[in-house]
């Protein structure tokens, strides 16, 4: 876990290292939440294991998908994502 | 030959692995990770490198449903597209589907920043990701130790761990003779030492009833508590933090279970001396069956792996489960759930964090005649219909309501609609 990646976030350039997950490359960077319920209220890495669904994001195109479940790959788009936008 | 499938790759599904290919079984191991080892072995996965060239492997596996022993898998990675779907038809399957955290609510839980003590642990070992730099742990149990272990390991700073039990209480579970006897004294007194070095208190009898900050954690408010978790007034300090890890146990994760008709006591898998379930062919082991620790689970584990082949398992294997499960007792009495925890929650705190159902809600729908039982209940507020099913809030709901937890979800894991029309099967 040391090669340098690369991902986008709403098109923000933020790097990570090979082996993270997208929660992972996240957090390290600085990033707290990246979801909002339907409230509006900010959610991001709750259980870190995918039992809670509280950190799901848009991967390349793909909604709902755990952050912490994922693996990031150099390269991936991600979006944040909204209860309406991912319903 | 007998074919064992095993569903999980943490210590009690490779222990069953091992020992169904003892026993002369072909053996396919799954997990929906793409390494082996579960949360316990995280960062450990080369060990098992051996053992699973003698299986076959099939990481980033999610089993999404059961019909007796029959198997749905898709391969591929989580939430994705496209993932290849199979069907396994098993002579013996063995669930080892583990355990997540426990969180009791409290007010401000669902603020950015407050994690799951796992989820801390998950990150600083698999990751190298500390949550915070001011990190407050607490909660209840054991596991809060490894815990901020892991986090002083990768530099961050630990500003206290709280278990809300009293000393008392914690002291009947724990015996240092049991406690040898498993292996668990070097493990206890690394962690005190760890705590010791680095001026990190560990207080009892205190827990965090509430969170605060407005995009994210900002404070924790803890408070000292009676032996049933009741607030003692006047004993409210506030610290400053920027992530908050809690933890008051662990809940199994059995809805693959619940899909084979195998039969729960209290939210446990219920298994027979040689951990079969209720229905014939179906195993299960691990945090399942009963929160545990890795060494029951290994130990549960092997006896699975062993009478899934076929087998029936010796004394010595009986023994080895018998004295962990007993030392995992010890310590369940030891780390209860104070009954007064409810005493934390007001009218407007989240329970059900996915729906964001409140605690007044929940009271109300409870008390009313028109809602009786927990199907319109959950229709009524929508608490446990979310993204997670009941999966953080199920525990927490049931007991504010007077119910039992339910434990169906129809699809055990995600599956994208197309994935499901998908008619195509692969060899």
Request: with cysteine; glycine share 12%; hydrophobic share 45%.
């Amino acid at each position: 876990m040391s090669e340098p990646i690369a991902i986008t976030v709403d098109g923000e350039t933020v790097t990570g290292l090979a082996g993270q997950t997208v929660a992972g490359v996240l957090l390290a960077a600085g990033r707290l939440s990246w979801r909002r319920t339907r409230s509006g209220a900010p959610r991001g890495v709750f259980c870190g294991i995918g039992a809670c669904f509280d950190c799901l994001l848009t991967v390349n195109g793909v909604a709902d998908v755990r952050a912490c479940r994922r693996r990031a790959a150099d390269g991936d788009e991600i979006r944040t994502q909204s209860r309406e936008e991912g319903a | 030959m007998t074919h064992v499938v095993i569903v999980g790759a943490g210590p009690a599904g490779l222990a069953a692995a091992e020992h169904a290919l003892a026993a002369g079984a072909d053996v396919t191991v799954l997990d929906q990770a793409d390494v082996p080892g579960g949360q316990y072995h995280r960062g450990a996965s080369h060990r098992f490198e051996a053992l699973l060239s003698r299986c076959t492997w099939w990481p980033e596996s999610t089993v999404w449903a059961l019909e007796g022993k029959r198997v749905h898998v898709l391969r591929g990675p989580a939430d994705g597209t496209n993932r290849r779907r199979h069907t396994l038809e098993p002579d013996a399957l063995v669930l080892a589907t583990g355990a997540h955290d426990r969180v009791l609510p409290f007010p401000g839980w669902q603020l950015p920043g407050v994690f799951t003590a796992g989820a801390a642990q998950a990150l600083a070992k698999g990751e190298r990701v500390a949550v915070g730099q001011r990190v407050l742990v607490a909660g209840a149990g054991p596991f809060l130790l490894p815990v901020a272990a892991s986090l002083l390991d990768i530099g961050a700073g630990v500003r206290a761990v709280l278990e809300a039990n009293p000393v008392r209480t914690v002291l009947s579970g724990w015996s240092w003779r049991a406690a040898a006897h498993v292996g668990k004294l070097n493990e206890l007194v690394h962690y005190a030492g760890k705590l010791a070095r680095h001026r990190v208190p560990y207080l009892l009898g205190r827990a965090v009833v509430e969170a605060r900050g407005d995009d994210r954690v900002r404070e924790a408010v803890t408070a000292r508590v009676r032996a049933d978790w009741s607030v003692v007034p006047g004993t409210e300090r506030t610290y400053r933090v920027d992530a908050l890890c809690v933890g008051h146990g662990f809940a199994g994760q059995p809805e693959l279970a619940v899909a084979a008709g195998c039969v729960l006591d209290g939210g446990f898998v219920r298994v027979g001396l040689d951990q079969r379930t209720s229905v014939p062919g179906v195993f299960a082991a691990g945090e399942i069956t009963g929160i545990g620790g890795a060494v029951a689970a290994a130990a549960e584990g092997a006896i699975a792996g062993w009478a899934a082949a076929g087998r029936t398992p010796g004394r010595a294997l009986l023994e080895r489960r018998d004295h962990a499960r007993a030392f995992a007792r010890r310590l369940a009495a030891a780390h209860p759930i104070g009954a007064a925890w409810p005493g934390w929650l007001r009218e407007d705190t989240v329970v059900c964090r996915c729906e964001e159902t409140t605690y007044g809600d929940l009271k109300s729908a409870a008390a009313d005649p028109a809602t009786p039982g927990p199907h319109a209940l959950k229709l009524g507020t929508r608490a446990g219909l979310g993204p997670c099913q009941g999966r953080m809030c199920g525990a927490a709901v049931a007991e504010l309501c007077g119910g039992a937890e339910r434990h169906h979800r129809p699809i055990a894991q995600p599956i994208r609609l197309g994935e499901l029309a998908e008619p195509k099967e692969n060899p």
